[in-house]
């Protein structure tokens, strides 16, 4: 059989695709803070999704979202552990007074867990060719304590997800990087994608595992 | 059932990718006098989606592309004086067919401070989220 390119496809059959099973959507207002609501699934769900200030989420900002500087203080955070995802939203100017988000969960890469159908969430199609869907090259998880680097030799930039998960149990989405330039010398901490590989150079984060998602489409 | 044991599974939602964007923006180097801070807001096109769920790339320079909407920022300029900045750069929605690219960047020392020109390249893939077809 001809070998395919799997970007050629919308969907391919050939490569498993993403099936969110957790939703939840809601508000908070400003002070808010640890919020927990039980998710009744038998694993942590890799979370992920957005936040608003606008209620329509026209001004949707992936999770978590942060504005730190030394006068203002702007956080909405999202976590999962094994009984609940929690939410935050601090905002030391006190306005907009409140947040909107949608999170949505995939089921980690180790679990083979019965779950219920979430397709009652959705409002017309499950699967519409009018888009692209991903398609999954490899999931995982490496140890947050150690760098380390995945292949994938594509030669150009894939779309990759990952989320770190602390001592406590607790995963985050991770949508942050750090770089640094300290007397001339750079350095980067966070994941890093290039067109031959994954590195996660992430042992500053302190975190004890790295759950990913690399896929065969491009960034 | 298991959602582990299907390829796809219209029992479980899915998400649609609608679109893919590389966005470049340049900031002019500048100065910061001690403990004062510049914010800098460049707004892009993008296709309209509202409720987006976005996946970001950012690569500063000629740097690699790092996972994240959210990149910290740190820049010693120099031991003597001492002087440092530190910062971030956030890209957003700021409506449904509008991405901005923030940077903010604060001079914490009590020397004034140069900060050098940056250029930034941020991949953008889109999603439409399942529950606002």
């Known amino acids: 059989m001809a070998k395919v390119d799997p970007r050629d496809f919308l969907l391919n059959t050939d490569y498993e695709m993403d099936k969110i099973v957790y939703f939840q959507e809601g508000s908070l207002n400003v002070g808010e803070y640890d919020i927990d609501t039980p998710h009744n699934l038998p694993f942590t769900p890799l979370i992920f999704g957005v936040c608003a200030f606008n209620e329509d989420f026209s001004d949707a900002r992936s999770v978590p979202y942060e504005y730190l500087t030394q006068q203002t203080s702007i956080t909405f955070t999202a976590s999962a552990n094994d009984t609940n995802v929690r939410v935050s939203y601090t905002n030391d100017a006190g306005t907009p007074d409140k947040i909107y988000y949608r999170i949505y969960g ?12 979430t397709s009652k969430y959705g409002k017309e199609f499950i699967l519409n060719t009018d888009y692209n869907y991903c398609k999954l090259y490899q999931k995982g998880v490496v140890d947050g304590q ?12 894939p779309q990759v997800l990952v989320w770190a998960e602390s001592s406590s149990g607790w995963v985050d989405p991770l949508e942050r990087s750090d770089w640094g330039e300290i007397y001339g010398d750079e350095s980067t901490s966070g994941v890093t ?3 031959t590989e994954v590195q996660f150079n992430a042992s500053l984060y302190n975190y004890d595992k790295l759950h990913y998602r690399i896929y065969y489409d491009e960034a | 059932m298991k959602p582990s044991d299907f390829i796809l599974n219209s029992d479980y939602l899915s998400i649609a990718q609608t679109g893919r964007q590389t966005i470049t923006a340049s900031i002019a180097a500048g100065t910061l006098t001690p403990g004062s801070y510049t914010e800098q807001n460049l707004d892009f096109t993008v ?13 500063k320079d000629s740097g690699e592309f790092q996972v994240g909407a959210y990149q910290r920022l740190e820049i010693y300029t120099s031991d003597t004086p001492y002087t440092r900045i530190v910062g971030f750069v956030s890209v957003f929605r700021t409506s449904a067919t509008n991405m901005r690219l923030q940077l903010v960047l604060e001079n914490v020392t009590p020397n004034t401070v140069t900060y050098p020109a940056m250029t930034f390249t941020v991949q953008v893939t889109s999603f439409r989220p399942p529950n606002v077809f």
Not at chain 1, 106 to 117: L, N
Not at chain 1, 146 to 157: D, K
């Open chain 1, 106 to 117: 995939f089921e980690p890469s180790d679990s083979r867990a019965k779950v219920g159908a």
């Open chain 1, 146 to 157: 150690t760098a380390t680097s995945i292949a994938h030799n594509f030669g150009y930039i």
């Open chain 1, 193 to 195: 994608v290039t067109t």
């Open chain 2, 47 to 59: 296709r309209a989606l509202a409720g987006a769920v976005d996946r970001i790339m950012i690569k």
